[in-house]
């Protein structure tokens, strides 16, 4: 498909300046130029024009918003000025797999002070002896090239990045807060808990009670039988008396 079509085809039903990202991909430039953009474009942040036969970038439209361009897989051999001047806020640029052999060729990428990421892997200028620690020379405003830093630490993706942003998250949320509903669970267990065990006091103390106020009634009760047996014994003796005063009156 041509590129004219295809950029028109991923508007799909938009204007342009509402598209924010555009991927136009495995389609072809009749002339290995940029077709179909234009200034209108003006919210474009991400461009993706991958194996499209671009060998060059001078008719890029300015994009003042874009920040990540993938032109891997094209035959640009150089002449990225423009790209520097319409694109001053890249941060990303993907450039591997082109026909770029001198570093000389990307000079001109030093004007850009945002760009933190460059990618020149399979392009002949990567075969250069000590092509790393040059290139990191002559762009210092690089973090990463083909993927690593200087140190040959590797970028990481977009998931890695807001994991660590969640952590951080976590870290600055600071330790667990005593939530006070949890306190008032606690309070009313021991609460419970020490009822019971009131409870239970009580209740053994009621049966102690009760086993001593049975013995108090039981031993009542003897002394009760006790008097009534001294009270008929002196009846009795009483009766005998009389009767012994009863047979001397007799005689």
Same mark, same amino acid.
């Given at each position: 498909?041509?590129?004219?079509?295809?950029?028109?085809?991923?508007?799909?039903?938009?204007?342009?300046?509402?598209?924010?990202?555009?991927?136009?991909?495995?389609?072809?430039?009749?002339?290995?130029?940029?077709?179909?953009?234009?200034?209108?474009?003006?919210?474009?942040?991400?461009?993706?024009?991958?194996?499209?036969?671009?060998?060059?970038?001078?008719?890029?439209?300015?994009?003042?918003?874009?920040? =990540?361009?993938?032109? &891997?897989?094209? +035959?640009? @051999?150089?002449?990225?000025? $423009? #790209?520097? !001047?319409?694109? *001053?806020?890249?941060?990303?640029?993907?450039?591997?797999?082109?026909?770029?052999?001198?570093?000389?060729?990307?000079?001109?990428?030093?004007?850009? =002070?945002?760009?933190? &990421?460059?990618? +020149?892997? @399979?392009?002949?200028?990567? $075969? #250069?002896? !000590?092509?790393? *620690?040059?290139?990191?020379?002559?762009?210092?405003?690089?973090?990463?090239?083909?993927?690593?830093?200087?140190?040959?630490?590797?970028?990481?993706?977009?998931?890695?990045?807001?994991?660590?942003?969640?952590?951080?998250?976590?870290?600055?949320?600071?330790?667990?807060?005593?939530?006070?509903?949890?306190?008032?669970?606690?309070?009313?267990?021991?609460?419970?808990?020490?009822?019971?065990?009131?409870?239970?006091?009580?209740?053994?103390?009621?049966?102690?009670?009760?086993?001593?106020?049975?013995?108090?009634?039981?031993?009542?009760?003897?002394?009760?039988?006790?008097?009534?047996?001294?009270?008929?014994?002196?009846?009795?003796?009483?009766?005998?008396?009389?009767?012994?005063?009863?047979?001397?009156?007799?005689?």
């Amino acid at each position: 498909m041509e590129m004219k079509k295809r950029v028109l085809l991923e508007l799909r039903n938009r204007k342009p300046k509402d598209v924010a990202e555009l991927v136009v991909d495995n389609c072809r430039s009749s002339d290995g130029e940029v077709e179909g953009l234009t200034e209108e474009y003006s919210e474009l942040e991400i461009l993706s024009m991958v194996n499209v036969g671009l060998s060059s970038l001078s008719k890029l439209p300015a994009l003042p918003k874009l920040s =990540k361009l993938e032109v &891997s897989d094209n +035959l640009i @051999s150089g002449d990225l000025d $423009s #790209l520097v !001047e319409k694109c *001053p806020n890249l941060t990303y640029l993907n450039l591997s797999g082109n026909k770029i052999k001198e570093l000389s060729s990307i000079k001109t990428l030093q004007s850009l =002070k945002h760009l933190k &990421s460059l990618d +020149l892997y @399979s392009c002949e200028v990567s $075969s #250069l002896q !000590e092509y790393r *620690p040059s290139v990191f020379q002559l762009l210092p405003q690089i973090k990463y090239l083909d993927g690593y830093d200087p140190l040959d630490n590797e970028l990481p993706d977009s998931n890695d990045e807001e994991d660590e942003d969640d952590d951080d998250d976590d870290d600055v949320a600071g330790p667990h807060v005593h939530d006070d509903d949890e306190d008032d669970d606690e309070s009313s267990e021991v609460e419970e808990g020490e009822e019971g065990e009131v409870g239970l006091s009580y209740l053994m103390k009621e049966g102690i009670q009760d086993e001593e106020d049975d013995g108090d009634y039981v031993e009542e009760e003897e002394d009760e039988e006790d008097g009534d047996a001294a009270e008929a014994q002196g009846e009795k003796r009483k009766r005998e008396a009389d009767d012994e005063v009863d047979d001397d009156d007799d005689e």
